[in-house]
């Protein structure tokens, strides 16, 4: 057996070089899609191998980001092997694995959908579920059926599994019912930063237990919060772990209280927006459970730089890029939430509708555009779809004399820096695939080194 798995990995290393000499890259996911086709087992004898085991983390929004700041937090004590370029299916999971010579811990970012597979394969020592959001609904279909997959997936695990869960999402939570071991709950605690109801693209809106529409204490991003149900009282549980005293500073950064059972830290986390701080405190709620001291907790997360496409700053010249991604109503309405005091005059959108970003785009009706499209001067709609974009702002109150539409995206890159004045800032929206091709576009031009590259194998 050990023989076999020596010649297959060898083979998927050889055939990654081998693209890369060819200039198609295929360090992500071609080394995992050969080694799969050979033999699917060869993953479960990889992760097998790792001294400290593996720990998954999958969710709607963040997941990227949050896997990020768990290997900031885990990497001076830890050789790890992680899918690091964001490849999260089981071929991305499979080619981490063989790039991973001398790994002593696996820390994967999952596809929601690809969660039971890779959990059933890898048997993970941790597990993280972070939020559950409307998303390609093309591909996932509705909230429910997600969830019941990963509850399936949570309940097959060993008893020595902790499971982290994201307290503020009811349908997440809900998944404690289904663990054989350990949980561990995190969430906000902080009303003075709620919004003041539910936004009307929230989700999870309505009792787990009885059908009766939830009462929030406290809302914060989509529809995680501290939430009850007025008819039959199930009610988020007590957070193990919380950010309380939040306080953002603008576009830089925010800080909070870390409260955790191993003790409170003040964090300055250098990235804004309650999605940001989510993401920070499942990373210490993770990274604790995989052995990580506060001390540890606090210098990763203070240490962060944006994962690529997240919050990310380039510098062009004598301006910068500021690159969001968007993909669904509740994660564009948090970035139209943190760039809103910011007023951005000169803006830019892209909206694709590939595979990755799902096919169906009547998600950007959800979106409430209204507080960043008041104060622009410019907004430039660009991508596959940049035609539907540009209705959806005209109907959300963009004056046309305001509206650029240009489906090219380096030549609506292009034109939107030409508007900005030197020392200024252009905020980038895009979608997956066109923050890529983005992503393309900088590094071309030397503004950036190519991110999406596995490590050696």
Same mark, same amino acid.
């Given at each position: 057996?050990?023989?076999?798995?020596?010649?297959?990995?060898?083979?998927?290393?050889?055939?990654?070089?081998?693209?890369?000499?060819?200039?198609?890259?295929?360090?992500?996911?071609?080394?995992?899609?050969?080694?799969?086709?050979?033999?699917?087992?060869? =993953?479960?004898?990889?992760?097998?191998?790792?001294?400290?085991?593996?720990?998954?983390?999958?969710?709607?929004?963040?997941?990227?980001?949050?896997?990020?700041?768990?290997?900031?937090?885990?990497?001076?004590?830890?050789?790890?092997?992680?899918?690091?370029?964001?490849?999260?299916?089981?071929?991305?999971?499979?080619?981490?694995? $063989?790039?991973?010579?001398?790994?002593?811990?696996?820390?994967?970012?999952?596809? &929601?959908?690809?969660?039971?597979?890779?959990?059933?394969?890898?048997? *993970?020592?941790?597990?993280?579920?972070?939020?559950?959001?409307?998303?390609?609904?093309?591909?996932?279909?509705?909230?429910? @059926?997600?969830?019941?997959?990963?509850?399936?997936?949570?309940?097959?695990?060993?008893?020595?599994?902790?499971?982290?869960?994201?307290?503020?999402? +009811?349908?997440?939570?809900?998944?404690?019912?289904?663990?054989?071991?350990?949980? $561990?709950?995190?969430?906000?605690?902080?009303?003075?930063?709620?919004?003041?109801?539910?936004? @009307?693209?929230?989700?999870?809106?309505?009792?787990?237990?009885?059908?009766?529409?939830?009462?929030?204490?406290? %809302?914060?991003?989509? @529809?995680?919060?501290?939430?009850?149900?007025?008819?039959?009282? @199930?009610?988020?549980?007590?957070?193990?772990?919380?950010?309380?005293?939040?306080?953002?500073?603008?576009?830089?950064?925010?800080?909070?209280?870390?409260?955790?059972?191993?003790?409170?830290?003040?964090?300055?986390?250098?990235? *804004?927006?309650?999605?940001?701080?989510?993401?920070?405190?499942?990373? %210490?709620?993770?990274?604790?459970?995989?052995?990580?001291?506060?001390?540890?907790?606090?210098?990763?997360?203070?240490?962060?730089?944006?994962?690529?496409?997240?919050?990310?700053? =380039?510098?062009?010249? &004598?301006?910068?890029?500021?690159?969001?991604?968007?993909?669904?109503?509740?994660?564009?309405?948090?970035?139209?939430?943190?760039?809103?005091?910011?007023? +951005?005059?000169?803006?830019? =959108?892209?909206?694709?509708?590939?595979?990755?970003?799902?096919?169906? $785009?009547?998600?950007?009706?959800?979106?409430?555009?209204?507080?960043?499209?008041?104060?622009?001067?410019?907004?430039?709609?660009?991508?596959?779809?940049?035609?539907?974009?540009?209705?959806?702002?005209?109907?959300?109150?963009?004056?046309?004399?305001?509206?650029?539409?240009?489906?090219?995206?380096?030549?609506?890159?292009?034109?939107?820096?030409?508007?900005? *004045?030197?020392?200024? &800032?252009?905020?980038?929206?895009?979608?997956?695939?066109?923050?890529?091709?983005?992503?393309?576009?900088?590094?071309?031009?030397?503004?950036?080194?190519?991110?999406? $590259?596995?490590?050696?194998?």
């Amino acid at each position: 057996m050990a023989a076999r798995l020596a010649l297959e990995t060898a083979a998927a290393r050889a055939a990654a070089r081998l693209s890369r000499l060819a200039g198609r890259g295929g360090g992500t996911t071609l080394p995992g899609k050969l080694l799969y086709t050979l033999d699917p087992g060869a =993953i479960d004898a990889l992760a097998a191998r790792l001294p400290e085991g593996s720990a998954l983390v999958s969710a709607t929004n963040g997941k990227t980001t949050t896997t990020a700041m768990v290997a900031r937090i885990l990497g001076a004590r830890s050789r790890l092997a992680w899918n690091r370029a964001g490849a999260n299916l089981v071929s991305g999971v499979a080619t981490a694995l $063989v790039a991973a010579r001398g790994a002593r811990l696996g820390l994967f970012e999952v596809d &929601e959908a690809a969660l039971p597979e890779i959990a059933r394969r890898l048997r *993970p020592r941790a597990v993280l579920l972070g939020n559950l959001f409307r998303d390609q609904l093309d591909r996932y279909g509705e909230l429910e @059926h997600v969830a019941e997959g990963w509850r399936d997936a949570v309940a097959r695990l060993d008893a020595g599994t902790v499971i982290v869960l994201n307290a503020d999402d +009811p349908l997440v939570c809900d998944l404690r019912g289904a663990v054989a071991g350990r949980t $561990v709950l995190y969430g906000l605690d902080d009303p003075r930063l709620a919004r003041p109801a539910l936004q @009307h693209a929230a989700d999870s809106k309505y009792c787990l237990r009885c059908g009766a529409p939830y009462a929030y204490e406290a %809302a914060y991003v989509g @529809h995680l919060g501290d939430y009850r149900c007025p008819a039959c009282g @199930h009610a988020r549980p007590r957070l193990d772990v919380a950010a309380r005293r939040i306080e953002p500073d603008r576009l830089q950064s925010v800080s909070f209280d870390l409260v955790t059972v191993a003790g409170e830290a003040r964090v300055t986390l250098p990235l *804004p927006g309650l999605y940001n701080v989510y993401n920070a405190v499942a990373a %210490a709620a993770l990274a604790q459970a995989l052995g990580a001291t506060l001390d540890e907790v606090r210098a990763g997360l203070e240490g962060f730089s944006a994962a690529f496409g997240r919050f990310e700053r =380039i510098t062009a010249g &004598e301006k910068t890029l500021l690159v969001l991604l968007v993909k669904n109503p509740a994660g564009a309405n948090e970035v139209i939430r943190t760039l809103e005091e910011s007023a +951005p005059r000169v803006l830019l =959108i892209a909206l694709n509708d590939a595979t990755a970003d799902g096919k169906d $785009v009547s998600w950007i009706w959800d979106i409430d555009l209204d507080p960043l499209l008041a104060g622009a001067q410019t907004v430039i709609a660009s991508g596959d779809r940049a035609a539907e974009l540009a209705v959806r702002l005209v109907y959300g109150g963009l004056e046309r004399s305001a509206l650029v539409v240009e489906p090219d995206l380096e030549r609506a890159l292009d034109r939107g820096l030409a508007l900005v *004045p030197a020392g200024g &800032e252009l905020p980038v929206l895009p979608t997956y695939t066109a923050m890529l091709a983005l992503r393309g576009i900088v590094a071309q031009r030397g503004l950036v080194t190519r991110y999406w $590259v596995q490590a050696p194998v």
